[in-house]
């Protein structure tokens, strides 16, 4: 029996194994989660689209596999990450086949759950001449002044990364328009994957996942002409853990975004579970008054707090245990750091400390640091110490944590988020310490609420 690692307010398959998130759209109100899905074990292998629905981005409805290998079809070593777009009030998706990779079609009626793969398939046949490609895959499709643009992920072989644009004005026939960016191999890895191209307040926003990095990359910048000009740089996600994501634009012209969570644990373990792979929390992306991103989770999560526990402001140096104990968790803490080192907390945390994850901000470094290499005793765990840099602006400090068991979500000032995998295996890893090394720090403001699952009556 596996103790309470299978998160609940985080979305996952019933079984299995998943990855990528892939075709996010809304359709006439409903939101639509695709999934790259192995649905025979919890190792990858296989890829088909699994999918789900949801009103509120929150709670979510399994729905049938929608797009499977056809046995001598483009996409018989599988159905690979892509897009849903709505063209002219068809839902369609665009996705890639293996192997060779090529690109590939599918449309189906108002339900978005039965998918018929267009008959042209493959869209577009393999890399254009003269490119030695590392990848080519994963289309990200827009349209833009009356015509179809993509994206996709590819690199040249001992160059780097690079995404590639395309051109079209019925989906089926591509024009090559050449490079959009082209990375270094010696920075950003040899491949790109998943890219998601956005306008966002006025800019373009580019992301893209380079292997061998399990990272996901971000450029806020322009486009002129036909070639993208990045201005700042960042990551995603610092905790390692957080990879391929994919961003849309829902009716309410919100850029929303999710990221696969990738297991920080081995190959046995996962197979023994039953299961493999956690999306995010849906993040909403904006750009700050730097021009950098930030990120919130949406509003709707907090349909799913419950219990509410405030936790009493004040100055204090050393650790305070609080008295909520828990592993479904939301927590928000507004702190000022006065004097202290070191300031955040422990949680997962067994009374005698022998499991506990640490979040602590190290004020003279002006870095946000998770550590998870004590979160549990369990053979093979994979622990780890991630680090991303912020600096306090303002002097405050507000750090939202979402724990739910196996997964430790961070936001810090919307503009870094950490996320964690663990997996404690005393059944008493479930307490709270506020941390203050080497000085005063302020907490200004603390509230605790317990989270809902997701998976009500409703589903
Ligand atoms: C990213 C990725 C994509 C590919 C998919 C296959 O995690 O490797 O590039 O389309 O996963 O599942």
Same mark, same amino acid.
């Given at each position: ?39 025979? &074990? +919890? ?10 629905? $949801?009103? #509120? /981005?929150?709670? @979510?409805? !399994? =729905? ?90 590819? &690199? +040249? ?10 051109? $079209?004005? #019925? /989906?089926?026939? @591509?024009? !090559? =328009? ?106 909403? /992306? ?112 507000? /750090? ?60």
């Amino acid at each position: 029996m596996e103790l309470c690692h299978r998160p609940q307010y985080h979305f996952l398959p019933v079984a299995n194994w998943m990855n990528d998130p892939n075709g996010l759209i809304q359709w006439e109100g409903v939101y639509h989660l695709f999934y790259q899905y192995n649905p025979t &074990g +919890a190792g990858f292998g296989s890829m088909h689209w699994g999918h789900a629905s $949801s009103r #509120d /981005l929150v709670h @979510w409805r !399994h =729905l049938p596999i929608a797009l499977a290998p056809t046995p001598e079809g483009p996409d018989k070593d599988g159905a690979w990450s892509g897009c849903a777009i709505n063209n002219e009030g068809v839902p369609t998706i665009v996705y890639t086949g293996v192997r060779p990779q090529v690109q590939c079609l599918a449309t189906s009626d108002d339900e978005l759950i039965v998918w018929t793969k267009d008959p042209g398939n493959p869209v577009i046949a393999g890399p254009p001449a003269g490119l030695d490609a590392t990848g080519f895959r994963d289309p990200c499709v827009w349209k833009e002044g009356g015509l179809w643009y993509m994206v996709l992920g590819s &690199g +040249a072989r001992d160059v780097g990364g690079m995404i590639l644009l395309y051109r $079209s004005d #019925d /989906l089926h026939q @591509w024009d !090559h =328009l050449g490079p959009l960016l082209e990375g270094r191999i010696d920075e950003t890895g040899h491949n790109w994957e998943c890219p998601n191209y956005l306008t966002l307040d006025g800019r373009r926003l580019l992301i893209f996942s380079p292997e061998p990095f399990r990272q996901a990359h971000y450029y806020v910048g322009d486009q002129r002409d036909l070639r993208f000009l990045p201005k700042i740089h960042g990551l995603l996600d610092h905790g390692g853990l957080y990879y391929a994501p994919q961003a849309f634009v829902d009716e309410a012209g919100r850029r929303i975004c999710f990221g696969w969570l990738l297991e920080g644990r081995t190959p046995e373990a996962m197979a023994a579970a039953g299961w493999a792979g956690v999306q995010s929390l849906p993040r909403e /992306l904006s750009l700050g008054p730097d021009g950098g991103l930030l990120q919130r989770p949406v509003p709707e999560v907090e349909t799913l707090r419950g219990t509410h526990h405030p936790v009493a402001g004040g100055v204090w140096t050393g650790k305070r245990k609080l008295d909520i104990v828990g592993n479904a968790l939301e927590i928000d803490l507004g702190i000022a750091p006065q004097g202290a080192a070191e300031v955040g907390l422990e949680l997962l945390a067994t009374p005698d400390g022998e499991e506990r994850t640490t979040i602590l901000y190290d004020v003279e470094r002006g870095v946000l640091v998770m550590d998870t290499r004590g979160a549990s005793l369990a053979d093979g765990f994979l622990g780890r110490l991630s680090e991303a840099p912020l600096a306090l602006e303002t002097g405050l400090l507000r /750090l939202r944590v979402f724990i739910d068991r196996s997964v430790i979500e961070v936001f810090a000032n919307d503009q870094i988020c950490i996320t964690g995998r663990v997996y404690p295996t005393r059944v008493d890893a479930t307490n709270l310490v506020l941390v203050s090394n080497g000085g005063a720090v302020v907490l200004h403001s603390g509230d605790i609420w317990t989270m809902a699952s997701i998976w009500s009556s409703r589903d």
